[in-house]
């Protein structure tokens, strides 16, 4: 064997390892930040800011608090309006977790229905269909439901016949079924 021979395999395999990594990094790229951060929080933040390293090299706390903190509960007064209401907060959960691109799962919302609401409010997946159909949202969020078409898929999980007083209302994100859930 030469010793060209040996340089032309060794620059193969080095070509090939690239590739491959390039090509792995590649696949997993939407996942990639977040294991980034979460294995820094987890192992060499505390390393980076122990007693022993100079106070002025130490790692700041605040790049591994989570930022993700549920906001206090949103209060919705007007049973006109209600289930438009609820198909913003569903939409901008949709937009919040990039069109179902997100890896995690997410809690976005807590709705709270207000004083105003004395009686119990029928809300159904079917007239929040017929919202966004009539709005032509059926291209951002998809909800192909039993009784209407609208989009390829279906993003909406509705687990609600009726709001009632005083009632909460959670609105999360399923990474999974990549879909959002109104319970």
Same mark, same amino acid.
């Given at each position: 064997?030469?010793?060209? $021979?040996?340089?032309?395999? @060794? &620059?193969? &395999?080095?070509?090939?390892? %690239?590739?491959?990594?390039?090509?792995?990094?590649?696949?997993?790229? @939407?996942?990639?930040?977040?294991?980034?951060?979460?294995?820094?929080?987890?192992?060499?933040? #505390? %390393?980076?800011?122990?007693?022993? %390293?100079?106070?002025?090299?130490?790692? $700041? *706390?605040?790049?591994?608090?989570?930022?993700?903190?549920?906001?206090?509960?949103?209060?919705?007064?007007?049973?006109?309006?209600?289930?438009?209401?609820?198909?913003?907060?569903?939409?901008?959960? =949709?937009?919040?977790?990039? #069109?179902? !691109? #997100?890896? $995690?799962?997410?809690?976005?919302?807590?709705?709270?229905?207000?004083?105003?609401?004395?009686?119990?409010?029928?809300?159904?997946?079917?007239?929040? @269909?017929?919202?966004?159909?009539?709005?032509?949202?059926?291209?951002?969020?998809?909800?192909?439901?039993? %009784? /209407?078409?609208?989009?390829?898929?279906?993003?909406? *999980? =509705?687990?609600?016949?009726?709001?009632?007083? !005083? *009632?909460?209302?959670?609105?999360? #994100?399923?990474?999974?079924?990549?879909?959002?859930?109104? /319970?």
């Amino acid at each position: 064997m030469k010793k060209a $021979d040996l340089a032309i395999n @060794t &620059v193969f &395999v080095i070509l090939v390892t %690239i590739i491959s990594i390039i090509l792995i990094l590649g696949i997993f790229s @939407t996942k990639l930040p977040g294991f980034a951060k979460g294995i820094y929080c987890k192992t060499f933040f #505390y %390393i980076h800011s122990a007693a022993f %390293i100079p106070k002025g090299l130490r790692a $700041d *706390q605040n790049y591994c608090i989570s930022e993700n903190a549920l906001a206090p509960a949103e209060i919705i007064n007007d049973p006109e309006t209600l289930n438009i209401t609820v198909l913003g907060y569903v939409i901008a959960c =949709w937009k919040e977790m990039d #069109y179902g !691109r #997100y890896s $995690d799962n997410f809690l976005c919302f807590e709705l709270t229905a207000g004083p105003r609401i004395t009686d119990p409010v029928p809300i159904s997946e079917e007239e929040i @269909t017929h919202i966004l159909i009539d709005e032509k949202m059926c291209d951002v969020l998809a909800n192909n439901d039993s %009784i /209407s078409d609208c989009g390829d898929e279906n993003n909406i *999980q =509705w687990n609600l016949d009726a709001i009632y007083p !005083r *009632q909460n209302i959670l609105i999360e #994100y399923n990474a999974e079924n990549k879909e959002v859930i109104v /319970s």
